[in-house]
Structure formats: structure tokens, C-alpha cells
């Protein structure tokens, strides 16, 4: 008997052949949406999923469904419980994406560093204001913050001390001293990351405890003069306390990769503001990231079923 695993949205190449070559047959979904996805899971025995939400209302409709790789890092798309009444598995792709994110964080360090929001909207208009009156610094000898140390973190904080000759401190309850590379500092001081940094990048997940967890004290700890950096998810920051923040500047910019609302509504005014950078969840989005995804997801897959 050849399993069926569902694709909801299609997968790279190297994950189909890795599938296809051990005699998986794959199902193009009709649909990425829940509804599409109760249609077509019924004979699937796993599924691959990039965007797809898998509800309890899912599971219910799979009663095949052996396992589910997320096509990338966390599990927030998914329902961990229900998986775990139907006896699912549930996988994903946790380090396929961690040098593409890095590369993320460390881009808004640099576009915040030239000031190139107001740069870019300034300079055809008043060429030599943009050019020498909006402040603008290097990153050699400043102080990254980071909150967490994960896959992502640790990899932001090495390019950050080799590359650019950073001090590095960190913030991470589950790790210790011991886990920490040569040159970057473990606190476990929360505050103290905010008050010391130029730039504060947050690695964490979104969880009950880090929900909101970033807000107006912690941005009132922060000098006038540092940028805040999310590449990992908008559930983390009371963006009512960021928006004030910065409009007010309260702090001197920001990066922004995610916000609670995705897609974005065009209408939050924190696309008006000229110190910050927005891009829309594209930290995972390169080709290497996605062919690994693929292919990690494949070889997950592939290894449930396979016993
Ligand atoms: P990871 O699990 O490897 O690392 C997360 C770290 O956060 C761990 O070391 C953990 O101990 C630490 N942590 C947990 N709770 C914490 C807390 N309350 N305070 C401080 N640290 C805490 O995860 P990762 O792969 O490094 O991912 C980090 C974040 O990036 C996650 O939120 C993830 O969802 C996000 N992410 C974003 C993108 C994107 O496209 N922008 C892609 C992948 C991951």
C-alpha cells in the first residue's frame, strides 16, 4: 500500500523527489484553507503544511493522518492537543530556516543603523538632508541585546561579534553560562538588556508566558538612541507601547519582519512612521531556507511512516 501525503500548498522539488523516490504518493490540495483541507484529508496518511492551520476540526475530518511536518520552525499553526488525542505526530523543520532569519535580524540592525527609512523617503526630495542630517551610526563596538538564544539567536550573535565587532548579551532562562560561545554574555537580568543595548533583538517563541511580554516598561527602559528588532513573532509585543515608542521616539527605530495582524492591515499607523522597517514575514522566505524546509519536512515525514 503507497501512503498519500497531503500538500495543501506545493513543496520544493528536493522534498518531492525524496518522497516520490521512496514511492509516496503525493496530493496537490485543492486549497490551503481549513475547509479545503477537511475535504481532502479523509485517505491522507500525513500532510505537509506551510500556512495551512491544522485546527481540532481538522483532525477530526483525518482519521488516516499518521503525521504532520511543518514545513519550517515552531508548531503555533497547529494544534498540538487534538494531535495528541487522534495520535498524531507532529514534526517540524527547526533549523532549516535559523541562517535566513539571522540574516534577517542583522539586515534591519544595518537599514536602522543608516536611518533608511527616512533616508530613502528624503533624499530625492532634499538631497543633502538625507545624506547629512539624519542620524546615522556603526554597528562596530555597539551592544546587541538579544532575547533568547536559540537556533536564530545564537547565530544573530555570532555574525554580530565576528562580523561586526559587537558586544553580545543575552537573555535566555532555559540556557546557561556554560551554553553561551566565547564573547557573548548570559544575564539573567531581563531589564538589563533593555537598558544596556543599542539594539535589542528578540529570539524567543510565543508562548502564555511571552505573549505581550515586550511593552511600554521595557521600551521605557531603552536608551533614546537604540532600535528594536522582531523577526520572531508579533504576539510577543504590545504594539500599542511600541507605536507610542516610536512615534514618539521614545526609542530611536525599528525592524519589524512580523505583527500581530498578518496579513497586515493597511491601515496600522505604523506604516506611517519613518523610523521604522517593515517586511512581511519574509525571515524564512529565501530559496535555501524553503529547499531545506522541504526536504527536512520529506525526511520527517519519511521517517514516521517509514517505523
Ligand atoms: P529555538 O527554539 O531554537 O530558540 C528559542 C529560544 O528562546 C530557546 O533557547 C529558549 O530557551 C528561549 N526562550 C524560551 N522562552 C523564553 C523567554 N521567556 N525569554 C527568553 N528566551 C526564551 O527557536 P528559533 O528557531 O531560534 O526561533 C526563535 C523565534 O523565531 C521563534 O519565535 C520563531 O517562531 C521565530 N521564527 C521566525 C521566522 C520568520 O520567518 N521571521 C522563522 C523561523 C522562526
Redesign the pocket.
Known amino acids: 500500500m503507497r501512503y498519500k501525503i497531503l500538500l495543501p500548498q506545493e513543496i520544493m522539488q528536493e522534498g518531492r523527489e525524496y518522497l516520490e523516490s521512496r514511492g509516496y504518493e503525493l496530493i496537490t490540495g485543492s486549497g490551503m484553507e481549513e475547509d479545503d483541507i477537511i475535504r481532502d484529508i479523509p485517505d491522507c496518511d500525513g500532510i505537509i503544511v506551510r500556512l495551512s492551520k491544522m485546527s481540532a476540526r481538522v483532525f477530526e475530518a483525518a482519521s488516516k493522518l499518521k503525521v504532520v511536518a511543518r514545513h519550517?520552525?515552531?508548531y503555533d499553526t497547529v494544534d498540538l492537543q487534538a494531535a495528541r488525542r487522534h495520535g498524531v505526530t507532529v514534526l517540524n523543520a527547526?533549523l532549516a530556516?535559523?541562517m535566513s532569519?539571522a540574516e534577517l535580524a542583522i539586515f534591519f540592525m544595518l537599514h536602522c543603523s543608516r536611518n533608511f527609512t527616512l533616508v530613502r523617503q528624503t533624499m530625492l526630495e532634499d538631497y543633502y538632508h538625507a545624506k547629512l542630517r539624519t542620524p546615522k551610526v556603526e554597528l562596530d563596538g555597539k551592544t546587541l541585546g538579544l532575547?533568547?538564544?536559540?537556533?536564530?539567536?545564537s547565530r544573530v550573535a555570532l555574525k554580530a561579534l565576528h562580523g561586526f565587532n559587537m558586544k553580545v548579551i543575552a537573555?535566555?532562562?532555559?540556557?546557561t553560562a556554560e551554553q553561551m560561545p566565547e564573547g557573548v554574555e548570559l544575564t539573567q537580568d531581563f531589564n538589563r538588556i533593555f537598558k544596556e543595548s543599542d539594539f535589542v533583538s528578540l529570539?524567543?517563541?510565543?508562548?502564555e508566558?511571552?505573549f505581550d511580554f515586550i511593552g511600554e516598561k521595557e521600551f521605557s527602559l531603552m536608551k533614546p538612541t537604540a532600535y528594536f528588532i522582531n523577526?520572531?513573532?508579533g504576539k510577543l509585543v504590545d504594539e500599542k507601547a511600541l507605536y507610542h515608542a516610536l512615534s514618539t521616539s521614545r526609542i530611536a527605530g525599528a525592524g519589524l519582519?512580523?505583527l500581530k495582524k498578518e496579513p497586515f492591515d493597511p491601515a496600522d499607523p505604523i506604516f506611517a512612521l519613518s523610523n521604522v522597517v517593515i517586511a512581511p514575514?519574509i525571515?524564512?522566505a529565501t530559496q535555501e531556507a524553503t529547499d531545506r524546509a522541504s526536504l527536512h519536512s520529506a525526511i520527517g515525514i519519511d521517517e514516521v511512516l517509514s517505523g
Do not use: L, W
Open positions: 519550517g520552525a515552531g527547526p530556516n535559523s532569519v532575547i533568547g538564544f536559540g537556533n536564530i539567536g537573555y535566555d532562562p532555559y540556557k529570539h524567543c517563541p510565543a508562548t508566558e511571552t523577526t520572531a513573532r519582519d512580523v514575514h525571515g524564512a
